[in-house]
């Protein structure tokens, strides 16, 4: 009886299995996807039926059945998550995009941290980070700051986690108010002493408020953790952060001396956006000395750095120099 049973469901199941080679040229030559798969599915299933059957585990091959369509409609659910995580991706770069579309004159190490926060706050899942996320999707910055501040008076007895989050507040705050993001990047250098990020975002703020003197400070800090961990990387935005502020000064061989240095390790290293940043201090300082064919030649090896690595912005500032500057060849 048992025989007859099997030999009998064998028949109802064939045509599933002669269909194979049908739906396989079907989807070859580009056929409905999803149809393909649920037959392909129902043959697979039929398949392990027939095997089961014929020997004898009949009654072993519905349970697994069970299994499989749970196991299909897992896949179904993890494709689901995919596509909504990857949906949650594209809305957080378009809002990284849109608050960072003032910032056009900023660094690209300032910007990378600025960026790691943002993408860090947007997809936080839970607590205090994921409210100031939220905050920030609703474009409150202010509502965003005051969060990670409850999240870091909480966390003064975990010193590299509230360093962390004070160091979130410089980069969001860095979007519209100088001040309270200098105070949170000076917090995270008294937190974490041995933190480049922070003297570094100091140190910019620092800069542009006019304060040379604790700029120059900080960035001495990067310079002494980038040779204590013979980083040459950390010592090249050292050096040429250094050589801005002798420029400023006025101190334009103090300058050169310093871009040479961050030239000379940005070659090293083959960093294209430090060499074109050099080649473009390096002009200005000949523009300053009125030395307009040394400039140009320094510009021009900027504008082909950047040219190369498609830095829209500063391709177009470098070229406003070397128009205003009566260039030969001046790129429009």
């Given amino acids: 009886m048992l025989a007859l049973l099997n030999v009998l469901l064998f028949l109802f199941r064939l045509p599933t299995y002669l269909l194979f080679p049908v739906l396989w040229l079907i989807r070859k030559a580009g056929g409905p996807r999803d149809i393909f798969k649920n037959l392909v599915n129902n043959m697979l299933t039929n398949c392990i039926m027939f095997t089961l059957t014929l020997g004898g585990g009949f009654f072993v091959a519905e349970p697994l059945l069970e299994t499989l369509g749970d196991l299909r409609a897992g896949q179904v659910e993890i494709q689901e998550i995919v596509e909504d995580t990857n949906d949650v991706t594209k809305e957080n770069n378009a809002l990284l995009k849109q608050l960072l579309a003032s910032q056009t004159d900023i660094d690209p190490e300032t910007k990378k941290s600025i960026e790691e926060t943002l993408k860090s706050l947007l997809g936080a899942t839970k607590g205090e980070r994921k409210q100031a996320g939220d905050k920030l999707r ?31 507040i410089g980069n969001i705050a860095f979007l519209n108010n100088t001040q309270e993001a200098l105070a949170a990047y000076i917090r995270v250098t008294q937190l974490t002493p041995d933190d480049p990020q922070g003297w ?17 400070i900080a960035y001495k800090n ?20 250094l050589g801005n502020i002798e420029q400023t000064r006025g101190n334009l061989d103090g300058a050169v001396d310093y871009h040479q240095k961050s030239l000379k390790l940005n070659k090293e290293l083959g960093r294209k956006q430090g060499m074109a940043s050099n ?6 300082v000949e523009a300053l ?14 504008y082909g750095l950047f040219a190369d690595i498609g830095a829209v912005p500063q391709m177009t500032q470098v070229s406003g120099w070397m128009q205003g500057a009566g260039c030969k060849d001046a790129p429009e």
């Fill in 200 to 216: 570094n975002q100091a140190g910019h703020l620092q800069q542009r408020l006019g304060d040379l003197v604790h700029a120059e």
């Fill in 279 to 284: 080649y473009g201090n390096l002009g200005i």
């Fill in 138 to 168: 609703a474009a409150d910055v202010d509502g965003a700051i005051k969060h990670l501040r409850s999240l870091a008076d909480k966390q003064e007895g975990a010193i590299k986690d509230a360093a962390r989050t004070y160091l979130d």
């Fill in 289 to 302: 000395r009125e030395n307009m064919s040394g400039a140009c030649a320094y510009w021009r090896q900027a």
């Fill in 222 to 241: 990067v310079l002494r953790l980038g040779l204590q961990r013979n980083d040459k990387m950390l010592q090249a935005i050292a050096y040429g952060n």
